[in-house]
């Protein structure tokens, strides 16, 4: 158990009976009476965001996920395919549970699979993956204005926006928490 006061955002609790992550956290400290905890919950497998006022000394339940590096082997009629690298065992992670995260993974990357008895819960790529250009417009001479950007699709079939003077075939890296170009690689 863990005090309403001690909540960070990104910390898994059980909130009214199910797992949800703590997404913002505020002390206050009001003239009278006791301090409040006003906090916001993501449900994990629903994705809703709840928010709710929680006095300073109520306790609440902390939940560990286990962590597990895999590697992504293929996608097909059952899901996602990921193969625990130690014990060769292999899962399949629906769609619906990957979400956008899916149009990161390549074949033979390695990514953190969160699980809770046994039931996957979500799957993190790398920061930072490599994906080939698949298709972009051409970037004219003299349009060099300031930050100009493109939308380009990627491999895995993400659209990133792109500096004018990427081309069609180049590999670009992608951050995969915000979908944004960070460099040629």
């Given at each position: 158990m863990i005090g309403a006061k001690d909540l960070k955002p990104g910390l898994v609790v059980m909130y009214k009976g199910q797992l949800h992550e703590v997404v913002e956290a505020q002390f206050y400290k009001p003239?009278?009476?006791?301090s409040i905890m006003r906090m916001k919950f993501r449900n994990i497998k629903s994705g809703n965001v709840t928010p709710d006022t929680l006095r300073g000394d109520d306790t609440?339940?902390?939940?560990?996920?286990?962590?597990?590096?895999?590697?992504?082997?293929?996608?097909?009629?059952?899901?996602?395919?990921?193969?625990?690298?130690?014990?060769?065992?292999?899962?399949?992670?629906?769609?619906?549970?990957l979400g956008d995260k899916s149009l990161y993974l390549k074949e033979g990357m390695v990514v953190t699979v969160k699980m809770h008895d046994h039931e996957v819960?979500?799957?993190?790529?790398?920061?930072?993956?490599?994906?080939?250009?698949?298709?972009?417009?051409p970037?004219?001479?003299?349009?060099?204005?300031?930050?100009?950007?493109?939308?380009?699709?990627?491999?895995?079939?993400?659209?990133?926006?792109?500096?004018?003077?990427?081309?069609?075939?180049?590999?670009?890296?992608?951050?995969?928490?915000?979908?944004?170009?960070?460099?040629?690689?």
């Open positions: 003239c009278k009476g006791g609440i339940e902390q939940v560990y996920l286990d962590q597990e590096d895999m590697q992504y082997l293929y996608k097909d009629d059952h899901g996602y395919c990921f193969m625990n690298q130690t014990t060769y065992e292999q899962i399949h992670v629906s769609e619906e549970t819960l979500g799957v993190e790529p790398p920061i930072h993956v490599v994906l080939q250009i698949a298709e972009t417009e970037g004219f001479r003299g349009n060099t204005v300031s930050g100009a950007t493109k939308p380009a699709k990627m491999e895995t079939g993400v659209i990133v926006k792109v500096p004018l003077f990427i081309e069609q075939g180049e590999y670009i890296k992608v951050d995969t928490r915000t979908g944004t170009y960070i460099e040629r690689a």
